[in-house]
Antibody, heavy 118, light 108 residues
């Protein structure tokens, strides 16, 4: 069965950096686009970034462009999100999600919490 | 940038009743790119409906989606206790994904 397991969340100071990872299993990882979606405490869902199956196409939400970098390693079935210049507005649960062929998210990880303190 | 507005913000109904949730787009969008999710407290979202009206794998047939253009709906024909949750609509366009702000479906 499809599994997505995020790691790397934690407490970081404002202006700091953090790297999230997502380990994928149960499907052919290299066939799928992948995304990061976040959810601030008590708030709605916000898409952060996606990366194509090959890694050649990448897009970011305006709120993170220039500060976050998404990458993937198809040999290791892993997805990363490197985050720089973090602020309190980046405090959220970060979900790794598989992009289906219909441009939606058919599988999600359980999320990893990132807390940015001042 | 396309904005999705969901209404109502909160919907209070009883088990067995019918729920109709709305998602309105700020401009015409393709039905092919409209999806609905359910999220329960402490859990990741779950895909319910894709391409506006297709049920995802394992989703009960009491869930249905419809609409076109700028107005889309998610209907739960007969509410079960496990259906009380937050629901989000989502669109893809211009190389980005957008979510609505969510509708909370609560027990009356």
């Amino acid at each position: 069965q499809v599994q997505l397991v995020e790691s790397g969340g934690g407490l970081v100071k404002s202006g700091g950096s953090l790297k999230l990872s997502c380990a994928a299993s149960g499907f052919t990882f290299s066939d799928y686009y992948m995304s990061w979606v976040r959810q601030a405490p008590g708030k709605g869902l916000e898409w952060v970034s996606y990366i194509s199956s090959s890694g050649r196409t990448i897009h970011y939400a305006d709120s993170v462009k220039g500060r976050f970098t998404i990458s993937r390693d198809n040999a290791k079935n892993s997805l990363d999100l490197q985050m720089y210049s973090l602020t309190g507005e980046d405090t959220a649960v970060y979900y790794c999600a598989r992009d289906s062929t219909s441009w939606n998210f058919d599988y999600w990880g359980q999320g990893t919490l990132v807390t940015v303190s001042s | 940038e396309i904005v999705l507005t969901q209404s109502p913000g909160t919907l209070s109904l009883s088990p067995g009743e019918r729920a109709t949730l709305s998602c309105r787009a700020s401009q015409t969008i393709s039905s092919s790119y409209l999806a609905w999710y359910q999220q329960k407290p402490g859990q990741a979202p779950r895909l319910l409906i894709y391409r506006a009206s297709s049920r995802a794998t394992g989703i009960p047939d009491r869930f249905s989606g419809g609409g076109s253009g700028t107005d889309f709906t998610l209907t739960v024909s007969r509410l079960e206790p496990e259906d009380f949750a937050v629901y989000y609509c989502q669109n893809y366009g211009d190389s980005r994904y957008t979510f609505g702000q969510g509708t909370k479906l609560e027990i009356k």
